[in-house]
């Protein structure tokens, strides 16, 4: 095992409580504090706008941080000044936490220095193996996951009750001074790291295979790629143009997926007009990271659904039963937003579980658990838990009194589709990306957590039609509950469509030699 992975994990346990820490007191925070200029009727809604809205940037831009770490400044340089940059963000929540745009700036400065870091510390884990220790990746990276959800459980049961009984100063203060003991600890193993070299200007990089595969003439045959990456572009700037309807974020979202799907499908469909201009080395390499994508695009619903423990299910939660706890005599009640505590314990318990017990009682019975199998599951018991919170809240909407304990049971099973799908799809993610592209493939899968809250956002603007309410209103389900079950069919859907997928992906090994 490298000695020097002592320091990135415990850099990510800090940094991860720092999030984690702020991000699960936000929604909460607005509705009570930040929003109070609203009327109450739509306070939920628009905190719910603002926190999917942040979950957009945080996951956008490791395009940026992937893309500046693979062509410049490297993996370890690009990780320390963004995440001074992270540390700004949180001095800012707590210094303005009663000023609108102060705070607003402060969440900027948290999405571009977390999601400039988050491609880049994965795939420095990955950095630090070659083909001889390669087998001990998985156990890493599972070591890695464990330890984000080691910090993400402390942070979630302590920051709510810091934020009730101690303010918001304090309660976003104390995740900045974590962020900041995360940085030095990260500096402190510099010079024990295997520090790879941004990779120089690139002839034959993605970008130019892609660009000379649409452009290219061949004798009889008409160009249909550029046509079908035309019609991307050209919904782009009618996604665009619908900004003062739809909103920047969506509009922009949304153009970005429409590039990015369109483009790749035009590519893949003339790529082979790329060989001759461009070793057969980069072509393929193109090819694969275009499946990967189509890996990637499908995991999208499951992110709908995870993010949402964070917004909707704490709205839900406002609305039920508080229960009440007696310690040594005296009562503790459970706080809404706490309940989100249940999510890394159990993550805690279940990735040594699967591991150690179910993996290998599977594969005694002759089956293999491979990566897309256990992604395959993971986003059905993510569906089922949907499911599960949309019957409490029909329950809810019939007049029953509900105690918070009943989502107990949707965390579980929403918490093990997350183990058999985000843990497993950051060691797929770099072990499939081509050696050259490690930071952005990973920028990539986290830009598909973006693509998952554009889904949410698309949903929540559409249910403040006139006709989509008439139309809820008459299947007798309420409107939150009927977004869930419609959440949970999507889902369904997407595992569907990504089990038969599986069926013909074929795995690479791309670890350092």
């Known amino acids: 095992m490298p000695r020097q992975i002592p320091y990135i994990i415990a850099n990510e346990g800090c940094e991860r409580f720092s999030f984690y820490g702020m991000r699960n007191i936000l929604t909460p925070f607005l509705i009570s504090t930040l929003l109070m200029f609203l009327p109450e009727a739509d306070r939920a809604g628009e905190a719910k706008h603002i926190f999917h809205t942040f979950v957009i940037g945080v996951y956008f831009f490791p395009l940026l941080g992937g893309w500046i770490a693979d062509r410049f400044f490297g993996k370890y340089n690009t990780v320390f000044w963004m995440s001074l940059i992270y540390c700004a963000g949180h001095a800012c929540l707590a210094a303005f936490d009663d000023n609108l745009n102060g705070f607003y700036f402060g969440l900027f400065l948290i999405a571009l220095g977390s999601g400039g870091i988050k491609p880049l510390v994965a795939s420095f884990v990955g950095d630090q193996f070659d083909q001889t220790n390669k087998h001990r990746a998985k156990q890493v990276f599972d070591a890695f996951y464990w330890m984000i959800n080691f910090g993400s459980f402390f942070a979630s049961l302590l920051m709510p009750y810091f934020l009730k009984s101690y303010g918001p100063s304090v309660a976003f203060g104390i995740p900045g001074i974590l962020m900041f003991i995360a940085t030095f600890i990260f500096w402190l193993g510099k010079r024990k790291y295997v520090h790879v070299p941004p990779a120089p200007a690139n002839p034959h990089s993605f970008m130019r295979v892609s660009r000379t595969a649409l452009l290219a003439h061949k004798p009889g045959s008409t160009r249909w790629g550029l046509g079908i990456a035309s019609v991307g572009a050209v919904g782009a700037l009618i996604s665009l143009a619908m900004s003062p309807s739809w909103g920047f974020v969506i509009s922009a979202c949304t153009a970005l997926v429409l590039v990015i799907a369109f483009g790749g499908w035009g590519t893949s469909i003339q790529l082979e007009r790329a060989r001759g201009s461009h070793p057969d080395e980069a072509v393929d390499g193109v090819r694969a990271v275009l499946r990967i994508l189509i890996v990637f695009a499908l995991v999208t619903p499951f992110w709908s659904l995870f993010d949402q423990k964070a917004s909707t299910w704490i709205v839900q939660a406002n609305s039920m039963v508080q229960p009440t706890f007696n310690f040594f005599g005296s009562d503790f ?181």
């Open 333 to 513: 009640k459970f706080l809404p937003a706490q309940m989100q505590a249940l999510n890394p314990l159990l993550v805690m318990i279940l990735i040594p579980f699967n591991n150690m017990v179910l993996f290998p009682a599977i594969a005694r019975m002759g089956i293999e658990v491979t990566a897309l199998r256990r992604m395959t599951a993971g986003i059905v018991f993510t569906a089922l838990a949907w499911v599960v919170i949309g019957m409490i809240q029909s329950q809810m909407d019939g007049g029953t009194p509900t105690s918070m304990m009943w989502q107990i049971l949707p965390y579980a099973i929403l918490t093990m589709g997350e183990v058999l799908v985000s843990a497993t799809g950051l060691e797929f993610a770099y072990s499939q990306a081509p050696p050259s592209m490690k930071g952005t493939i990973m920028s990539l899968w986290y830009l598909a957590v973006t693509v998952g809250s554009l889904w949410v956002l698309i949903v929540n603007k559409s249910v403040k039609n006139d006709a989509v309410v008439g139309y809820i209103s008459e299947s007798g389900i309420g409107v939150i509950a009927f977004q869930m079950y419609f959440f949970a069919a999507f889902a369904l859907v997407a595992a569907i469509i990504f089990g038969w997928y599986a069926t013909r992906y074929r795995m690479t090994n791309n670890y350092r030699v």
